[in-house]
């Protein structure tokens, strides 16, 4: 495992497309997050090594940071039928809690604490012979890009793929950042343009509201 990498997915829950992001950090802390593609609402969660073994262990099925971030990467790229990946709200997650305890379907309450309401879950489900372990990663809400803050990694994208063009008879290594890197550039203005257009409706609604007043 590298100490710093990263890796972008897309991802099918429930029918709606979802791009996941998984960064590791100095190699001891794991970031993800997950963006609804068509609505670019995100949900992002920060773990470090103490957090992802105390998770693990807490279902009975331990693992060291660095294999289980090798699972979820499994996941993420689908390179393994043993792991894969749900996002649950935090009522699915009950409901998934209790089929687990076998208690049964009961009604779950909702909380009150919209942060909790808001909340998505991520579920990294390991399939062994006779079992199937769920680790459950808990993302607050985001909220959507800042339009300024887009453009402006867009722009350094950009820089570092140039640079990547101008280096030379590039090794394996080069070649897979750039196309990593280009892949990232391509999904940041496909959500730029969304954004652009999500906003000139919202002005139109405005201005189609500001006259319908007069």
Same mark, same amino acid.
């Given at each position: 495992m590298e100490e710093n990498s990263s890796i972008t997915a897309s991802?099918?829950?429930r029918?709606?497309?979802?791009?996941?992001?998984?960064n590791i950090i100095g190699g001891n802390v794991l970031e993800v997050e997950v963006e609804d593609r068509m609505t670019a609402d995100q949900w992002k969660g920060t773990f470090d090594t103490t957090y992802i073994e105390d998770l693990t262990n807490k279902t009975g099925n331990f693992k060291q940071f660095n294999i289980?971030?090798?699972m979820l990467e499994s996941a993420l790229t689908e390179a393994s039928d043993s792991v894969?990946? #749900? /996002?649950?709200?935090?009522? #699915? /997650?009950?409901s998934l809690r209790q089929r687990k305890q076998g208690t049964g379907p009961r009604p779950v309450v909702q909380p009150k604490s919209s942060a909790i309401n808001t909340k998505r879950y991520l579920i990294l489900t390991y399939t062994v012979e006779f079992d199937r372990i769920h680790y459950p990663l808990p993302l607050p809400y985001i909220g959507k890009p800042d339009p300024r803050l887009l453009q402006e990694t867009i722009r350094e994208l950009r820089e570092r793929i140039k640079g990547l063009k101008h280096k030379g008879s590039p090794g394996r290594t080069t070649d897979q950042d750039y196309?990593?890197?280009?892949?990232?550039y391509e999904a940041l203005l496909d959500e730029k343009e969304e954004l652009e257009v999500e906003f000139l409706q919202m002005k139109k609604e405005i201005q189609e509201s500001n006259f319908k007043g007069c």
């Open positions: 991802y099918m829950f029918g709606v497309e979802y791009v996941l992001t998984m289980f971030v090798n894969s990946l #749900d /996002l649950l709200t935090y009522s #699915d /997650l009950e196309m990593r890197l280009k892949k990232e």
